[in-house]
T-cell receptor, first 116, second 113 residues
Framework: KAGVTQTPRYLIKTRGQQVTLSCSPISGHRSVSWYQQTPGQGLQFLFEYFSETQRNKGNFPGRFSGRQFSNSRSEMNVSTLELGDSALYLC???????????????FGQGTRLTVV | GESVGLHLPTLSVQEGDNSIINCAYSNSASDYFIWYKQESGKGPQFIIDIRSNMDKRQGQRVTVLLNKTVKHLSLQIAATQPGDSAVYFCAENKAGGGNKLTFGTGTQLKVEL
């Protein structure tokens, strides 16, 4: 079956602009989580959605937002981009409400965002 | 200014040797742990997982050990191959934490021929 699909793979934006990233989870998965990966901070949790509801949120400014649609696809938006937002943004999908054996999280290839 | 990257610990092993990658986790409420492998330009790939009520779990060429007393995880890779070269992350998920994963800083594994 198809894996987690993130689009676009690469993006270059200018400071001050906004950007929307998309994630299509594995078919049947209802949970989507977003992570930011940078050389300076490693992998950091942004937020998690389950059945269209945000359940967890990481320690990021309000410029970072997301949503999930009824088909479980998710988008994240970053407004007023800053140079420090340059990162690999990863999406993970999982089946249930709690990670456990046989309900692990699967990651997409990520979207590489460069802010200039 | 120049950004300072995380200093990733590096483990260099000879092809065919066994590798042991260690990780200290942070939250005693964590009840589920995963090891991921990340190759350059790709997303993390699931390797093996373990529940907090287990001490050891084996997969194909990989074994994960969990020591809850000292909050320590290790990943053992048997007969390490060049294709195992990657960054390895441990991740923890806590009870009541939904599907949120907290990641360690990662270890770069280099396999020398």
């Amino acid at each position: 079956k198809a894996g987690v699909t993130q689009t676009p793979r690469y993006l270059i934006k200018t400071r001050g602009q906004q950007v929307t990233l998309s994630c299509s989870p594995i078919s049947g998965h209802r949970s989507v989580s977003w992570y930011q990966q940078t050389p300076g901070q490693g992998l950091q949790f942004l937020f998690e959605y389950f059945s269209e509801t945000q359940r967890n949120k990481g320690n990021f400014p309000g410029r970072f937002s997301g949503r999930q649609f009824s088909n479980s696809r998710s988008e994240m938006n970053v407004s007023t981009l800053e140079l420090g937002d340059s990162a690999l943004y990863l999406c993970a999908s999982s089946f249930g409400q709690k990670l456990y054996m046989n309900t692990e999280a699967f990651f997409g290839q990520g979207t590489r965002l460069t802010v200039v | 200014g120049e950004s300072v990257g995380l200093h990733l610990p590096t483990l260099s092993v000879q092809e065919g040797d066994n590798s042991i990658i260690n990780c200290a986790y942070s939250n005693s409420a964590s009840d589920y742990f995963i090891w991921y492998k990340q190759e350059s330009g790709k997303g993390p790939q699931f390797i093996i997982d373990i529940r907090s009520n287990m001490d050891k779990r084996q997969g194909q060429r990989v074994t994960v050990l969990l020591n809850k007393t000292v909050k320590h995880l290790s990943l053992q890779i048997a007969a390490t191959q060049p294709g195992d070269s990657a960054v390895y992350f441990c991740a923890e998920n806590k009870a009541g934490g939904g599907n949120k994963l907290t990641f360690g800083t990662g270890t770069q594994l280099k396999v020398e021929l």
